[in-house]
């Protein structure tokens, strides 16, 4: 038993290491992991999310705070929708799709295709990690819904960079994160070019 479990992490870690050195090779020269800690408001994990896709897309630094001001401030504490996001990656130029879905199968449809998704979920269903290990969150719980953007999806895990402290290639398990959702809806943003 020892064993089976011992050959799990070690697979997992390799899985880790692979994705933080090859993850840069693979997807350009831009670091493209955003996170909304002191970019001028409470609520900024939605334009955090949408610089992080856009980063990834263009190959060039887009900021949190670039992404604030094509939204503005619609809500309280700066809470943003799915639409000012699509609405921000599109003044961007950055294509994307706003998807409503009924299943886990349905996000991971869109990552083997090589997209990115931006979902949005309530953080106190998703067990914070224990210690320095990356599965499950690496900050504290609040009761709001929170935007992240998933990147990858492995055994029972989706791979998520969470724009909260310690949030950069986080193991979420995939039951929890669809169950804890917000509104089953994703926005996706792949990285084939579509010609109109």
């Given at each position: 038993m020892c064993q089976v479990i011992c050959m799990r992490k070690l697979i997992l870690a390799l899985v880790l290491f692979f994705i933080v050195v090859l993850q840069p090779i693979a997807e350009g020269?831009?670091?493209?992991?955003?996170?909304?800690?002191?970019?001028?408001q409470v609520g900024n994990c939605g334009p955090a999310t949408?610089?992080?896709?856009?980063t990834w897309k263009k190959d060039k630094p887009i900021t949190v705070?670039?992404?604030?001001?094509?939204?503005?401030l619609p809500y309280v504490e700066g809470d943003t929708s799915f639409e000012d996001l699509e609405y921000a990656l599109n003044r961007l130029k950055v294509d994307n799709e706003v998807k409503w879905i009924r299943r886990i199968s349905d996000i991971e449809k869109e990552l083997k295709e090589g997209s990115l998704v931006i979902v949005c979920f309530f953080p106190k269903y998703i067990p914070r990690s224990k210690s320095e290990s990356a599965y499950g969150r690496g900050y504290g719980t609040f009761d709001g819904g929170h935007y992240s953007v998933i990147f990858d999806s492995l055994s029972d895990y989706f791979v998520v960079n969470d724009p909260l402290p310690n949030g950069e290639f986080?193991?979420?398990?995939k039951s929890?994160?669809?169950?804890?959702?917000?509104?089953?809806?994703?926005l996706v943003v792949s990285r084939e070019v579509?010609?109109?």
């Open positions: 020269k831009i670091r493209w992991y955003r996170t909304q800690i002191d970019t001028g949408a610089a992080m896709v856009a705070e670039e992404v604030r001001k094509i939204i503005g986080r193991f979420y398990n929890l994160i669809f169950k804890s959702l917000v509104i089953k809806k994703i579509k010609w109109n």
